[in-house]
């Protein structure tokens, strides 16, 4: 059963706490996102990878960070540099063919965790 | 100015009503125009997509971009109760051999009354 897993789907945290939210695939995509979701404010992209080892900066990308160590997997940390962290964050990922003349390519979400700081 | 504007809603309407949504944006670049459904607290999922400008029918929903203006639009014919979720544009102007980078609309909030 293929798709992408996002865990916890509630998570809560204390100011000034690092918090690692977690984000699997097993679609064999290659890029990977997360966007964060606010009331008003649509999707935003905080970071995206398009290959293992590589990633780079969306639009909001101060105060988190990321790995790609595997293809599968794409987690974000939410540092306690981030001033206001409480959020649905989403994760999404897609097929991204190097050399393929057939540019679509869609995205597909998880079911998001809620980030709440208390 | 943002990439891509949405009006927020919310957009409330008696089952049966057809509803239109739109976007505008700003970047000419935008090639592929997607429609997400997101139900509440759950993650988005893809409803129509379309490339340049046009008409794209699927069943009750029908999706049109008008790049002359900017302006894309997503329709329901017939709308069911469970139509009611928040309805996302999406765009991008994907060059080949790039990962593509979205940009979102806010988001229409749409509620169907029986």
């Known amino acids: 059963d293929g798709g992408i897993t996002q865990s916890p789907k509630y998570l809560f945290r204390k100011e000034g706490q690092n918090v690692t939210l977690s984000c699997e695939q097993n679609l064999n995509h290659d890029a990977m996102y997360w966007y964060r979701q606010d009331p008003g404010q649509g999707l935003r992209l905080i970071y995206y990878?398009?290959?293992?080892?590589?990633?780079q900066k969306g639009d909001i990308a101060e105060g988190y960070s990321v790995s790609r160590e595997k293809k599968e997997s794409f987690p974000l940390t939410v540092t306690s540099a981030q001033k206001n962290p409480t959020a649905f964050y989403l994760c999404?990922?897609?097929?991204?063919?190097?050399?393929?003349?057939?540019?679509?390519?869609?995205?597909?979400f998880g079911p998001g965790t809620r980030l709440t700081v208390l | 100015q943002k990439e891509v504007e949405q009006d927020p809603g919310p957009l409330s309407v008696p089952e049966g009503a057809i509803v239109s949504l739109n976007c505008t944006y700003s970047?000419?670049?935008?090639?592929?125009f997607m429609w997400y459904r997101q139900y509440s607290r759950k993650g988005p999922e893809l409803l129509m997509y379309?490339?340049?400008?046009g008409n794209k029918e699927d069943g009750r929903f029908t999706a049109q971009v008008d790049k002359s203006s900017k302006y894309i639009s997503l329709f329901i014919r017939d709308s069911q109760p469970s139509d009611s979720a928040t309805y996302l544009c999406a765009m991008s102007d994907v060059p080949p051999n790039t990962g593509n980078q979205f940009y979102f609309g806010t988001g229409t909030s749409l509620t169907v009354i029986p």
């Open positions: 379309t490339y340049s400008s």
């Open positions: 990878s398009q290959i293992v080892n590589d990633f």
């Open positions: 999404a990922s897609s097929m991204f063919a190097s050399g393929s003349l057939d540019p679509y390519n869609e995205q597909f």
């Open positions: 970047n000419s670049a935008f090639q592929y």
